[in-house]
């Protein structure tokens, strides 16, 4: 997986904050993204 340097990237955003998104998302892809 490429990462991109620029932090604003949803990709790198996803990575670094993971709790943000993860939150968000529904229980079956929360639990798939914990994994």
Do not use: N, S, Y
């Amino acid at each position: 997986m490429v990462v991109h340097p620029r932090p604003e990237h949803p990709l790198v955003d996803v990575l670094e904050q993971p709790a943000l998104p993860v939150a968000a998302t529904p229980t079956k892809t929360r639990k798939i993204m914990l994994q």
